[in-house]
């Protein structure tokens, strides 16, 4: 038997993955450099919305077909894919010069999501979202609708000392 570099494991890993009528998992088995941005890692890719609600929409999709992040484990290996998801979605609202004060990241909480499939929201500049979005559909305030990423890493215990805990995003079990 000959031995896997790390990179080749995981591939193979996603692979089995993957669900073939999620049209996440496609849109990440198609590797498409028009729709997939950078930065990407072989733990996430990063697509634009394509039902925007504010001039900078990405998603951050995972490259492991996860439900949603309310699946997520209280384990190492899902504390650092969430992690990494969320420097991803920093490091692109900053490449497309997005005021990191004026942003929105967090996951729709189940059951008030439309594809089962974990995605990462980062969306800029929140204060151009319609009143709808930004108070109900993307609100981490509006409990069980949208919660926010400091939220999902506190839930799964990886929560440091440089995040912030919204006061609004408590008690969504």
């Known amino acids: 038997m000959t031995e896997e570099s790390p990179v080749n494991m995981n591939i193979v890993e996603t692979t089995k993955t993957r669900v073939k009528n999620c049209i996440f998992c496609n849109v ?6 028009n729709i997939i941005l950078e930065p990407r890692s072989d733990q996430f890719v990063i697509i634009k ?16 077909h996860i439900k949603s992040s309310k699946s997520l484990q209280p384990n190492e290996q899902d504390c650092n894919l969430l ?9 692109i609202l ?5 005021d990191l004060n ?16 974990m995605h ?5 500049p929140a204060s151009s979202m319609s009143a709808f979005n930004r108070f ?17 890493l506190k839930r799964i215990g990886c929560k440091d000392e440089n995040e912030t805990e919204s006061p609004s995003s408590v008690n969504k079990q």
């Open 28 to 33: 990440i088995a198609a590797n498409d450099p």
């Open 49 to 64: 919305d394509i039902k925007p609600v504010a001039t900078h929409h990405f998603l951050v999709l995972s490259d492991k």
């Open 83 to 91: 992690k990494s998801m969320v420097a991803a979605a920093k490091q």
């Open 94 to 98: 900053l490449n497309n010069g997005c």
């Open 102 to 117: 004026d942003m929105r990241m967090g996951f729709h909480w189940p059951p008030f999501y439309s594809i089962g499939h």
């Open 120 to 124: 990462l929201h980062a969306i800029s």
């Open 136 to 152: 109900v559909a993307f609100n981490p305030s509006f409990s069980y609708v949208f919660v926010d990423v400091n939220y999902v």
